[in-house]
């Protein structure tokens, strides 16, 4: 990386950087608990993570963080993993994010877009009424702190008045999207065994109407330890025997009843996929997500209550639980339930206009979209009131920079931001008081050490390294599900860096202080942000009598897109003809998610393992990036060599 100073594509103007929260922030931490007053974001960033304790005692009050009981200490453990914060502390996260519904009960908490794109809006004071009914009947189920509620829903209101009335009663939230198999929602589901199934009759996507009546049947034929099922008639059907109707359930006028819980009682569990095993069930705490959010969205991408905040994402992504959590700022947030293209490649710009968002949030992927299929949302629609466009999901490409910045606005904020499942949160991202570079994520993000480590642990400056974070950060998982001595938790980040958080990212930390990313340094497939296990698509594939042996790799490419091709070792007298790659698409389709029906099923004499019998992803990926075979790979570690070079081939002949 050069460390000369490119002149940045965007600068925020004096007022601009004035009227930011961030700023506020500072001038008032100065004066409260000794932040330096002077040297802007990367003086304020410096003092968050050499004064850790203090920082996070600085949000706490700056958003006004209700202790139900006071905590004897803001970290009683710093010590990764196992850090513990704010012990003795109890609080509720629900009760804070329906806030606003005390002085705005008539403004929209929510607007709910389908594909006709016209925005529904629901008030403040009828989630707080809907949560409340709905959290006094899991009560009345017997729903009690600790016990799991699941969701296999789309991103509709439903949703959101479910984890919320969940987390008020101090119950674990968990969800799916409908878009999931049987079988991958069943790998993740059966790990926490949930004790309410929250469920819709279909969904609609791409002008079609999907009906899963029969996924729902076998979900609740395989998860034993149900108590309830609850029906929503997304496509208006008539509840299956046995099971609760929403709309009975939501109809009390109640004042919600918030259960105070400790700190770090679980919230909910989000699913990272490995590359063997099953997906990693992550649990984060109702206060560590509570304050990491509350920074993230109230300072970082600048949030509160004049702003509506609207995110591309669904319920099996964890955009989705950092997008509800726009509530925490009393900000508007817009739902959308439909694919990202319908009924054409502008949709979100769309309704970006129809709700009048602030912060408009999407994948790289749909920004390179747009620029192939030569959309001009500024040309087109009536942009104006958007302030940032925020891209995640995979590094957003210069290209799609400099297409944002002339195809929307010359004075936009654009924030690439990277984080993970694993933490729900940003590592680096938006600050609204930096200038932004082509192709640069602005600044690691407040109380975030952000080092880039070469293989011996030493940080590198303007040199690709692996993301580590040094320091706890609230919303790192408290725990895994079913694991019951932390080993899965540890081998996850901790075996690389004892003590410090490696999370799976190849870095450059430049010498102005912004973050490049060039994709995962791991075998996680990551489409649209959503993360599936190589070890979901291998279960699935060799289920197929035809297939011997597969391989799958994703790889970043360099104009923003993502190439995943399956690789299959044939069984004897079978023949990749279009009849098999009919059966592994649908295989993949229905499942495990149609996000990763691979983009190419490549015929391969052989899949090459480590000794003790493992396929090896990771140096396989390397050498379809171009990596000579003698750096990507150990030799004395293949069980045969010689199958190396089809791959080595096959690189050559992409570049």
């Known amino acids: 990386m050069p460390t000369v100073n490119p002149e940045p594509l965007w600068r925020p103007d004096p007022q601009r950087i004035a009227r930011a929260q961030i700023t506020k922030f500072q001038t008032w931490a100065a004066e409260q608990h000794g932040a330096p007053s002077h040297g802007g974001y990367p003086a304020l960033h410096r003092w968050s993570v050499d004064e850790l304790e203090t920082f996070w005692a600085a949000v706490t009050q700056w958003f006004d963080v209700q202790f139900s009981t006071p905590y004897a200490r803001v970290l009683g453990d710093r010590s990764m993993p196992g850090a513990r914060w704010f012990p003795g502390a109890t609080l509720n996260y629900a009760e804070h994010a329906l806030r606003a519904a005390a002085t705005r009960p008539a403004e929209p908490a929510l607007l709910y877009v389908d594909e006709t794109?016209?925005?529904?809006?629901?008030?403040?004071?009828?989630?707080?009424?809907?949560?409340?009914?709905?959290?006094?009947?899991?009560?009345?189920?017997?729903?009690?702190?600790?016990?799991?509620?699941?969701?296999?829903?789309?991103?509709?209101?439903?949703?959101?008045?479910?984890?919320?009335?969940?987390?008020?009663?101090?119950?674990?939230?968990?969800?799916?999207?409908?878009?999931?198999?049987?079988?991958?929602?069943?790998?993740?589901?059966?790990?926490?065994?949930?004790?309410?199934?929250?469920?819709?009759?279909?969904?609609?996507?791409?002008?079609?109407?999907?009906?899963?009546?029969?996924?729902?049947?076998?979900?609740?034929?395989?998860?034993?330890?149900?108590?309830?099922?609850?029906?929503?008639?997304?496509?208006?059907?008539?509840?299956?025997?046995?099971?609760?109707?929403?709309?009975?359930?939501?109809?009390?006028?109640?004042?919600?009843?918030?259960?105070?819980?400790?700190?770090?009682?679980?919230?909910?569990?989000?699913?990272?996929?490995?590359?063997?095993?099953?997906?990693?069930?992550?649990?984060?705490?109702?206060?560590?997500?509570?304050?990491?959010?509350?920074?993230?969205?109230?300072?970082?991408?600048?949030?509160?209550?004049?702003?509506?905040?609207?995110?591309?994402?669904?319920?099996?992504?964890?955009?989705?639980?950092?997008?509800?959590?726009?509530?925490?700022?009393?900000?508007?947030?817009?739902?959308?339930?439909?694919?990202?293209?319908?009924p054409d490649t502008g949709a979100q710009w769309r309704i970006a206009e129809r709700t009048g968002a602030t912060l408009y949030g999407t994948s790289a992927a749909y920004v390179m979209a747009c620029r192939k299929a030569e959309v001009h949302p500024a040309r087109d629609f009536d942009l104006s009131k958007v302030q940032c466009v925020a891209t995640t999901g995979s590094p957003l490409p210069p290209d799609g920079f400099r297409w944002l910045h002339d195809e929307v606005r010359d004075d936009l904020w654009i924030a690439s931001v990277s984080g993970g499942t694993d933490v729900c949160s940003c590592f680096a991202g938006a600050v609204p008081t930096l200038p932004v570079h082509t192709g640069e994520l602005q600044a690691p993000g407040l109380g975030t050490d952000l080092q880039s480590w070469d293989a011996n642990g030493r940080p590198v400056i303007d040199e690709v390294g692996e993301l580590v974070v040094t320091n706890p950060m609230p919303s790192m998982p408290v725990r895994f599900w079913n694991d019951p001595d932390g080993s899965r938790y540890h081998d996850s980040y901790f075996d690389t860096y004892p003590g410090v958080w490696r999370h799976g990212d190849w870095i450059t930390i430049t010498s102005r202080g912004s973050v490049v990313i060039h994709g995962r340094s791991d075998s996680t497939l990551n489409r649209q942000g959503v993360r599936m296990g190589s070890a979901d698509i291998y279960e699935v594939v060799e289920r197929l009598p035809e297939i011997r042996e597969s391989l799958v790799i994703g790889i970043e490419q360099p104009d923003g897109g993502y190439w995943m091709p399956l690789f299959v070792h044939l069984a004897p007298g079978a023949a990749l003809d279009e009849a098999l790659l009919g059966r592994i698409q649908q295989s993949i389709r229905e499942q495990l998610s149609p996000r990763h029906v691979p983009d190419e099923v490549i015929e391969v004499p052989g899949v090459p393992h480590t000794l003790t019998g493992k396929r090896i992803e990771v140096p396989i990926k390397r050498l379809l990036q171009g990596t000579p075979l003698e750096k990507a790979v150990n030799p004395g570690s293949i069980d045969n060599l010689g199958l190396l070079h089809f791959y080595e081939d096959l690189a050559r002949k992409r570049s």
Not at 174 to 198: H, I, K, N, Y
Not at 216 to 223: G, S
């Open 117 to 342: 794109h016209e925005p529904t809006p629901v008030t403040w004071s009828e989630l707080r009424r809907q949560v409340g009914s709905l959290a006094g009947e899991l009560r009345a189920l017997g729903v009690r702190p600790g016990d799991r509620v699941s969701g296999y829903l789309p991103n509709i209101p439903q949703a959101v008045v479910a984890l919320l009335a969940t987390a008020a009663v101090g119950g674990v939230w968990t969800s799916c999207a409908p878009d999931f198999g049987a079988r991958s929602v069943l790998d993740r589901f059966q790990q926490v065994e949930p004790v309410v199934l929250f469920t819709v009759d279909g969904y609609r996507y791409g002008g079609k109407e999907h009906d899963r009546r029969d996924v729902v049947a076998e979900l609740r034929a395989e998860l034993p330890t149900l108590r309830a099922v609850v029906h929503i008639p997304v496509l208006g059907t008539e509840p299956p025997q046995g099971a609760l109707d929403w709309a009975a359930l939501t109809a009390a006028d109640e004042e919600p009843l918030f259960e105070q819980v400790p700190f770090d009682h679980p919230l909910w569990v989000l699913y990272s996929s490995g590359t063997t095993g099953l997906p990693k069930a992550i649990v984060q705490s109702q206060g560590g997500i509570l304050v990491e959010h509350l920074k993230q969205l109230g300072l970082h991408c600048d949030l509160g209550p004049e702003d509506r905040f609207f995110w591309y994402t669904s319920t099996g992504w964890m955009m989705w639980n950092f997008l509800v959590s726009g509530l925490l700022t009393g900000t508007t947030i817009v739902l959308y339930d439909g694919s990202p293209g319908h």
